[in-house]
């Protein structure tokens, strides 16, 4: 019987949440240089598992509302990746590549395909609170990692590198350049936008204050930028029209592509590199890669890329072994994917999936979408997050709460109006038992008002009475 007590969906929603969230924090870990190892495979263990779970969740609770929905937009959101594959697939045959390069461009896209099936799944357990079950794990994560740099350190050294940090305006040295955890901290920024604009519940407060400490311990300029991007984007959108919020969202997202390829051709002809030695900017070894996979690429519209994948092991051998990324996602597209992929994956990342989750969902599902886009645009630029775990995991769960959220309510609205209609419907048919002729129920109905009428006109004359007694 307890058995059963526990298997009821709200019940079981929480437990099987935990779960959940206990998963996301062990993923949160994985790969923290500082904290014991995780085996190499924790990932893809906690992707099945949430899938086995989910799946089992449909079969038992049967949430078919929210099952259609997150299997469109997963749908949606995997399309880059899968024209990335074919597009890959194409390039590696033309160019006669190894087994090893292929094996490794499609591990990745696998990766992260998954990666979107996880999300996905567990929106159809949580409706739009798996966003509170993610926060959950990321937040256990982080405050994890933070004990462990307090407990290797020390406490007093570590408040010494955080009060150098608050006086110098961000400079990180000692403990504190340890929780710079880039992937962690672009996903709380994304998510304080969603709690800033979106999120309605006793808990903001709570969640804005934690994800906000962690952001700032992992300290990363562009994001506070982004964030002001996003609210001020989703600010102005909800105060106009939605033809105009197509107009402007559309027109956004072409500029971000022009603005990506600009980026690539001023990498490509140097410009750049000028430019910040003028400047006196450190780019922390970032114009040394850029310049080593100068002759993978060239600006020609007939340039087909590479391969996705394929920047990954070309940094490695010539840069240094551990470093993994080229520390521009617009970059590695372009030399990836070349010119005619590139403005499509690009196209389709920043535009096109706004546009059709719009026709598709509603405005403020694709304005939650554009408005981390937003946000992201700038860590695509110098960083890596294309392929980032959380930092994916941020961008695409916010939409789905958003949409899931819509859908909720609008369940219960239409299942009120059906237990409205129902109701109306049970009186008049007990009237017309009780009435047989329309005129004797109309009669009936009218003579139950006039004694209405008159019981009132009863109790204010008994009112009047009563307070001239008084008098």
Same mark, same amino acid.
């Given at each position: 019987? =307890? ?27 994985? &790969? ?25 969740? $449909? ?8 099952? !259609? ?39 990745? *896209? ?52 955080? *009060? ?5 305006? &961000? ?32 808990? =903001? !407060? ?20 982004? *964030? ?26 072409? $500029? ?53 994948? !394929? ?23 372009? $030399? ?74 609008? $369940? ?49 004359? !008994? ?9």
């Amino acid at each position: 019987m =307890k058995l059963f007590h526990a298997l009821e969906p709200k019940r079981a929603s929480i437990w099987w949440g935990m779960v959940y969230s206990v998963f996301i924090c062990l993923t949160t870990l994985y &790969g923290y240089f500082y904290m014991v190892r995780l085996p190499w495979f924790i990932v893809q263990f906690s992707y099945a598992v949430i899938i086995f779970l989910g799946a089992l969740w $449909v079969m038992l609770y049967g949430e078919l509302s929210r099952v !259609k929905p997150s299997v469109r937009m997963m749908l949606l959101q995997m399309a880059p990746l899968l024209f990335a594959l074919m597009w890959s697939m194409f390039v590696w045959a033309f160019n006669g590549d190894s087994v090893a390069v292929m094996k490794r461009g499609i591990g990745v *896209i696998s990766y992260q395909l998954l990666l979107l099936m996880m999300i996905h799944v567990a929106g159809m357990m949580f409706g739009p609170e798996v966003i509170q079950y993610t926060l959950f794990g990321f937040i256990a994560g982080n405050a994890m990692i933070l004990l462990d740099v307090i407990r290797r350190r020390g406490f007093g050294s570590f408040m010494s590198s955080f *009060i150098y940090f608050i006086v110098h305006m &961000g400079d990180v040295i000692g403990p504190m350049a340890d929780l710079e955890v880039q992937d962690l901290t672009f996903a709380f920024g994304a998510i304080i936008i969603y709690l800033l604009m979106y999120y309605h519940n006793p808990k =903001k !407060k709570l969640f804005l204050i934690f994800s906000f400490i962690f952001f700032v311990l992992g300290w990363k300029r562009a994001a506070f930028l982004g *964030i002001m991007m996003g609210v001020v984007y989703v600010h102005y959108m909800e105060r106009s029209e939605e033809r105009v919020q197509m107009k402007i969202s559309m027109l956004i997202g072409t $500029v971000l592509v022009l603005i990506g390829f600009g980026y690539v051709v001023i990498i490509r002809e140097g410009i750049l590199f000028d430019l910040v030695d003028q400047l006196g900017i450190n780019m922390m070894g970032r114009d040394k890669m850029y310049k080593i996979i100068e002759d993978c690429y060239e600006i020609n519209p007939l340039f087909m890329g590479i391969g996705y994948g !394929k920047v990954s092991t070309i940094t490695e051998v010539r840069y240094a072994r551990a470093v993994r990324g080229l520390h521009s996602d617009i970059l590695r597209v372009y $030399v990836e994917l070349g010119f005619p992929g590139f403005f499509i994956w690009v196209g389709t990342t920043f535009a096109f999936t706004y546009y059709f989750m719009v026709k598709s969902y509603s405005y403020k599902t694709g304005t939650s979408y554009m408005a981390i886009a937003l946000f992201l645009y700038l860590t695509y630029l110098t960083d890596n997050t294309a392929a980032s775990y959380h930092t994916q995991v941020a961008w695409h769960v916010v939409p789905l709460a958003v949409y899931l959220e819509q859908v909720e309510k609008d $369940v219960v609205s239409t299942t009120a109006s059906g237990r409205d209609k129902m109701t109306l419907w049970k009186r008049n048919v007990s009237l017309k038992k009780k009435y047989p002729s329309l005129k004797e129920m109309m009669a009936a109905e009218q003579s139950k008002k006039d004694a209405l009428k008159h019981s009132q006109s009863l109790d204010k004359k !008994k009112e009047l009475f009563n307070t001239l007694k008084k008098l």
